[in-house]
C-alpha cells in the first residue's frame, strides 16, 4: 500500500511538471526558418531538403491524425475561425517541439505533412492565423 502512494505522489508530481513546461502559445516564428523565407515558401522552392544543423524533430508527424485540421478546414472555400481553431487544435499539444525552430525540425516538418494532407496553398495558415507578434494563443482551451 505504502508502495501504491508514493508511486501515486510521484506521477501526480510529475503531470504537475510536465503541465508547467508546456508552451501556451505558438511562436510567430514557426512560420519563417532560414530567415525571412517561410517554411511554405521553402517547399515551394524545392528546398525542403536544406542541411538542417539542429536535431530531428522528436515528434513523429508521419503517425498525427491531420483530420483535425483537414475536416474544418478546406484550402478552397475556407473560414478562418474554422482554420485557425483547427490548426491550433493540432499544434498546441506539440507547441514546445515546434517553437524550437533553432534546434530541431519540427515546424518545417510539420507543415510539410499538415501541406501535403490538405492540398493548402504556401502561405495559407501564416496568413489567415494572425493574433499578435508573439504567435498564436494556447491559452484558455484544452485541446486534445
Do not use: W
Not at 46 to 57: L, S
Not at 91 to 115: E, G, L, R, S
Request: with cysteine; charged share 15%.
Amino acid at each position: 500500500m505504502y508502495l501504491n502512494r508514493q508511486s501515486l505522489v510521484l506521477m501526480v508530481l510529475f503531470m504537475a511538471l510536465v503541465g508547467l513546461a508546456t508552451s501556451s502559445s505558438i511562436s510567430e516564428e514557426i512560420f519563417s526558418v532560414g530567415g525571412a523565407a517561410s517554411i511554405m515558401e521553402l517547399q515551394e522552392e524545392g528546398t525542403q531538403n536544406a542541411t538542417f544543423q539542429g536535431k530531428n524533430c522528436p515528434v513523429d508527424f508521419s503517425k498525427q491524425n491531420y483530420t483535425i485540421i483537414t475536416s474544418q478546414c478546406q484550402p478552397t472555400n475556407s473560414n478562418a475561425t474554422l482554420c485557425c481553431s483547427s490548426f491550433k487544435a493540432f499544434a498546441c499539444p506539440i507547441a514546445a517541439q515546434i517553437n524550437d525552430v533553432q534546434n530541431n525540425d519540427c515546424a518545417k516538418t510539420m507543415f510539410k505533412n499538415i501541406h501535403s494532407h490538405g492540398s493548402y496553398q504556401p502561405g495559407f495558415f501564416r496568413e489567415m492565423c494572425k493574433e499578435s507578434k508573439q504567435g498564436l494563443s494556447c491559452q484558455h482551451k484544452t485541446f486534445h
